[in-house]
């Protein structure tokens, strides 16, 4: 009885190693099939004046596609760098860029967005790896690379003005000055009519002794 056992254990036993093993290869043979290169991704550094909104998270885009997101955020003494992560290594960002934070949407999202001056020739392009060293010598962004970015569109600045404007139109002094220059205005536009008049009719009395001239010739 105790052999039949030990056997029913040792079937049981290989028939579950068989299994895992079954399993792990079909998960290694799934890793291998959706292994792609285009996933390795690489990073970049932005440093901005103020973070306007920025956090992790936070979207990159190139001329209007998600390129990548915001992986962390420090804050120095005299302004704040971001750390970015580009999906892929194929995605090729000119070192001659804008890279400005704008807000979209409705609840006025932050995003980053990076706008190429320069175009990159196909044929460079193609021996360009950016996690390489020799990817210094050429015209685009390479891996932990150090970059600029400014202020873009916000629409906080846009409430801000309009506040201002409004507070302007508040004050007194303001109207005071606005009445003063539409005084000033018409006073100044009577006075080119007069003159205007004045020249007509000069002009008109010139002509008619010029006519009896030539008439009375």
Known sequence: MNQIESVNFWKHLQNIIIFFLFIGFT????LIMNFDMN??????????????GIRQGTSLRMRGINVGFVKKIKIDLNSV???????SRYILIPKNSIIETNQTGLLNDTVIDIIPLDLINER????VNVLSSQCLKSKVVCHLNYLQGERGLNYDDLVRAATRISQRFDDPSFFELLYMFLQ???ELSN?????TLDVSNLISIFYSILKKRLESY
């Open 27 to 30: 998960v290694v043979l799934w």
């Open 39 to 52: 996933n390795q991704t690489y990073s970049i550094f932005i440093e901005f004046e103020n973070a306007h």
């Open 81 to 87: 760098l971001v750390l970015g992560s580009i999906k």
């Open 124 to 127: 460079e392009s193609k021996d």
């Open 184 to 186: 000033n205005t018409i």
């Open 191 to 195: 006075d080119i009519f007069s003159i």
